[in-house]
């Protein structure tokens, strides 16, 4: 166990606060959620911000069933128009930073105000690109972790608390 969901649930209330103070003078937050991985955390997070919000979703892919990434971001639908809109890009880890920087991107071609970027979890070991996020829950070393919305060949999304996946020796 890597981090308990009493630890999440703690984190992500503070992570909020920190959010609508950044945004404390905006008409309308607009959240980016990349799904799958970030679903359960965006829906917790989500129910903790009182500032007027709308909510967006898209379903991107750097990870193919394997512990590593690809390196190719797949988009698997158009972007909404997203013009003047103050965007706050969620996901469920910063690894590569490739994910993030291919969102940055589209966000910024589809006309967003402002884009600024949230991760529950970002790995300490440097990134593959240039990107790094602006709120985020914990930082940890490089390990492969399942659960809370992450997976592994795309299970143990269910868990309710954050693991590290073993591998097996034999
Ligand atoms: P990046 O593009 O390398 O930064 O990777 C970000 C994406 O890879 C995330 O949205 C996750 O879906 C996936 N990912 C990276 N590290 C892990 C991990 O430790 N467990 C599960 N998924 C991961
Ligand atoms: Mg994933």
């Not at 609508?20 to 959620?33: D, K, N, W």
């Not at 990349?34 to 892919?61: H, K, Q």
Request: aromatic residues 6%; negative net charge; proline residues 2%.
């Amino acid at each position: 166990m890597l981090l308990h969901e009493e630890e999440i649930l703690t984190r992500v209330n503070t992570l909020a606060t920190e959010i609508q103070g950044v945004y404390s003078t905006v008409t309308e937050l607009t959240i980016v959620a990349l799904l799958n991985g970030c679903l359960i955390f965006a829906a917790d997070l989500l129910r903790r911000l009182t500032i007027p919000t709308r909510l967006e979703s898209l379903s991107v892919e750097s990870y193919r069933g394997a512990t590593h990434s690809s390196g190719v971001v797949t988009f698997k639908q158009a972007l909404p128009d997203l013009r003047g809109r103050e965007v706050l890009v969620v996901d469920d880890i910063l690894d590569t930073g490739r994910t993030l920087a291919a969102v940055i991107d589209q966000v910024r071609q589809a006309g967003a105000a402002s884009i600024r970027t949230c991760v529950l979890l970002k790995k300490r070991r440097g990134r593959a690109v240039n990107v790094e996020a602006d709120f985020w829950g914990f930082e940890i070393d490089d390990l492969f972790v399942v659960g809370y919305g992450l997976d592994y060949a795309g299970r143990l999304r269910n868990l309710p608390y954050i693991a590290i996946l073993q591998e097996r020796a034999d």
